[in-house]
């Protein structure tokens, strides 16, 4: 948490946090935990997808507040808060009705809005609405200009993001900072609300052996928590660091590393790629070079005019490594 939030919390206000999307509350909920803060509450609603880091789940399981048990007494509503110092929730919770119980025990005076950068201007102004007679103090955190890549990756982000005003200042001017591995037999597969491709999770976990065997510093996203999953139990199997390796994209921005893999997932719909600004986020997380696992008859095909397709068809043929051979070791 920030300054700001650890004297609210240090205070007898409760403050509320939020963020756009429940991966993303999730994620604030684990940093929490991980720096050893505790008194505080999700308000989640009754279909969250329960998918996150194993070792974190009883922690958390413990401070969720379904939406389904919403409609209870003032008193029942005081006891769930206990001492809570901070609630957690996503944006479209603020305009659920049934949450005006808890408002009754915290109103809403200050909000923090974490990677602010993912809301549109105009979704913030039902909650401004609503609650203009308490708010008292809004803070936006979140940028999602970029200035940690390897040239590469600077320049083609400046040119199709930022209408080449960003300036990127790196030592790594070399184009090999940017690999695609040719995952040719990888299939998509609906999971749930999410998707998967084990044929790419294969992959990723021979690409990460490869690191780990070069003591490199690395991170493996992907757009979908299916396959962050699917990934985390392969690393399991194959004997390999798995925990804090293995992240969803929007639950990775504000983050970064010195080596990202990326595991694009899909191979027959656009999905996540169709939204530039979190493509953005998932292209502009490594520090000195990145792997994007995908199809390349998918990215030169129906992706083409997403942000990876455009920026696979930048690096050009020279950028890709055909899947069977990472398999057999043979990764630069």
Known sequence: MSKTSHDYANSNRTIWIAAQSNVAVKNIAEKLIKEGFDKFKLLVSKDFHFDWHEHLYEELEARLIRSDIFKMSIVEASRVLLDSKVILCTLSMFSNPNIEVFLRIVPVEMVIFDEASQIESGDYLPMLHRFRSTLSKLVLIGDDKQHRMPHIFGRFISQKVYNGKLNTCHNITNSSACRFIDVKKGQEVKLGHSWTNRQEALVVVHVARVYESRHRSFR?????????????????????????????????????????????????????????????????????????????????????????????????????????????????
Not at 248 to 254: E, K, M, P, R
Not at 266 to 280: A, C, I, K, M
Not at 308 to 317: H, N, P, Q, S
């Open 220 to 332: 493996i996203i992907s757009p979908y928590d299916g396959q962050r999953s699917v990934i985390e139990n392969e690393l399991k199997s194959a004997g390999l660091k798995w925990e804090g390796k293995v992240f969803n994209v929007d639950s990775f921005q504000g983050n970064e590393d010195d080596y990202i893999i990326v595991s694009i997932v899909r191979s027959g719909g656009v999905g996540f790629l169709s939204n530039q600004r979190r493509t953005n986020v998932m292209l502009t997380r490594c520090k000195r070079s990145m792997v994007i696992c995908s199809s390349r008859s998918f990215l030169s095909g129906k992706a083409s005019s997403t942000l990876v397709g455009k920026l696979a068809a930048a690096c050009g043929e020279e950028a890709w490594i055909d899947g069977k051979d990472v398999i057999r070791g043979m990764l630069p």
